[in-house]
Nanobody, 117 residues
Framework: QVQLVESGGGLVEPGGSLRLSCAAS????????MGWFRQAAGTQRELVAG???????TYANSVKGRFTISRDNAKNTIYLQMNSLKPEDTDVYYC???????????WGQGTQVTVSS
């Protein structure tokens, strides 16, 4: 069974940086799609950044120029480097993956990111 394990969330001051990691286990081939979403209470989960069936990263407009997603295919692991963090980046961040183009999303357990002074 494929599992996604996230790490790296926490509390940081505005302008600070955090790095999130998401490692997939239980799969022996390169995962088709991996990405990061975030969700505040009472809102829909939204894409932050991802490799959506492509080697080219896609970013939400709100994080372009501040966040960088990277991927280690050999380890089926993705990273999200978040710089110049703002209070509005405060959310629970979820890692997602799809094993193939016609499969459902798999989700990690989520990691809290809080940007506050």
């Amino acid at each position: 069974q494929v599992q996604l394990v996230e790490s790296g969330g926490g509390l940081v001051e505005p302008g600070g940086s955090l790095r999130l990691s998401c490692a997939a286990s239980g799969v022996s081939f390169t995962i088709y799609e991996m990405g990061w979403f975030r969700q505040a209470a009472g809102t829909q989960r939204e894409l932050v950044a991802g490799f959506l069936g492509s080697a080219t990263a896609t970013y939400a407009n709100s994080v372009k120029g501040r966040f960088t997603i990277s991927r280690d295919n050999a380890k089926n692991t993705i990273y999200l480097q978040m710089n110049s963090l703002k209070p509005e980046d405060t959310d629970v961040y979820y890692c997602s993956a799809r094993l193939g183009p016609f499969t459902s999303k798999i989700w990690g357990q989520g990691t809290q990111v809080t940007v506050s002074s």
